[in-house]
């Protein structure tokens, strides 16, 4: 059964912290994405990233950064952890352009964060 | 940026009703999916759509790509418990990035 895993599924962290979330893919897909979610808002896209060691800022990028060194893995990284950042982090990965069609986003479980 | 405006926000039912929801854009869309998230966990896809005027079904929910390629339903019939969650529409544009444009989503809420 193909997966994204997000490493944990629930942190609580203090503010001004460095933190890390990460997400690993078995699925060989070229394509990674960070979204997160808030009631009322929706999934908003903070970076994604198409080949290792490439990134892109989404809507929201601000006070996040990523890294992929390897294909399966994309990590989400909260440079100084702020109370705003509190929120539930979904990963997802798909296929090359033009292969998304065959099933869209496949979406780790998240990982809720609360930065107190 | 691109925009999917969905409706309604949250629905109140009853099992065994009938459930309709849908998402509006100003854009094309080439692509449109339905994705369901349960409570806790990630969203999952329900049922896509390739083109224009397409009518897709998978068990009780049927979706429908709009001719204008502007818009997109979802019905699900005879609701039951286990529907309950959050839904939400996708549309993915012509020629280039691969990034999906979500709708806010629609809460349902199920009541036995």
């Known amino acids: 059964d193909v997966k994204v895993t997000q490493s944990s599924r629930y942190l609580v962290k203090r503010t001004g912290e460095k933190v890390f979330l990460e997400c690993v893919q078995d699925m060989d897909h070229e394509n990674m994405f960070w979204y997160r979610q808030d009631p009322g808002l929706g999934l908003r896209l903070i970076y994604f990233s198409y080949d290792v060691k490439m990134k892109e800022k989404g809507d929201i990028p601000e006070g996040y950064s990523v890294s992929r060194e390897k294909k399966e893995r994309f990590s989400l990284i909260l440079e100084s952890a702020s109370t705003n950042q509190t929120s539930m982090y979904l990963c997802?990965?798909?296929?090359?352009?033009?292969?998304?069609?065959?099933?869209?986003?496949?979406f780790g479980s998240g990982t809720r964060l609360t930065v107190v | 940026g691109q925009q999917l405006n969905q409706s309604p926000q949250s629905m109140f039912i009853q099992e065994g009703e009938d459930v309709s929801m849908n998402c509006t854009s100003s854009?094309?869309?080439?692509?449109w999916l339905w994705y369901k998230q349960d409570p806790g966990e990630g969203p999952v896809l329900l049922i896509a759509l390739y083109k224009a005027g397409e009518l897709t079904s998978n068990g009780r929910l049927t979706a429908q790509f709009g001719i204008t390629r502007k818009d997109s339903f979802l019905n699900i019939s005879a609701s039951i418990p286990s529907d309950v969650g959050i839904y939400f529409c996708?549309?993915?544009?012509?020629?280039?990035?691969?990034?999906?444009?979500f709708g806010k989503g629609t809460k349902l809420t199920v009541n036995p």
């Open positions: 997802a990965s798909s296929k090359t352009p033009g292969r998304v069609r065959l099933g869209g986003y496949t």
């Open positions: 854009s094309i869309f080439n692509t």
């Open positions: 996708a549309g993915l544009t012509q020629g280039g990035s691969e990034k999906l444009v």
